[in-house]
Nanobody, 123 residues
């Protein structure tokens, strides 16, 4: 079993920054860890993903150049640094772990999920 716990969400102004953390326990050697988000009335979408080694990353077009995903395997933690935040970034952000080969691009390709953390960006 894997437990994922997100933290770091909150309220930010447009143009501001937040850093999300995802702490893993249990079976921690996932092939990829992803950050997803879900806004009210919308599908859950992938924001970014990172391989176990950190050598491979993926970003959705909507966050490229603004968000950075990273990991510290010694702490079993994955981070999402969010800069230049926009009101459209408002959503519940979820951390997810994938134990299959290759990167996953949608929610069905991930095996374990955290409970989510709310990010609200005011204009």
């Amino acid at each position: 079993q894997v437990q994922l716990v997100e933290s770091g969400g909150g309220l930010a102004q447009a143009g501001g920054s937040l850093r999300l953390s995802c702490a893993a326990s249990g079976r921690t050697f996932s092939s990829y860890t992803g950050w997803f988000r879900q806004a009210p009335g919308k599908e859950r979408e992938v924001v970014a993903a990172i391989s176990w080694s950190g050598g491979s990353t993926y970003y959705a077009d909507s966050v490229k150049g603004r968000f950075t995903i990273s990991r510290d395997n010694a702490k079993n933690t994955v981070y999402l640094q969010m800069n230049s935040l926009k009101p459209e970034d408002t959503a519940v952000y979820y951390c997810a772990a994938r134990y299959r080969l290759g990167v996953g691009y949608n929610r069905h390709e991930y095996d374990y999920w955290g409970q989510g953390t709310q990010v609200t960006v005011s204009s």
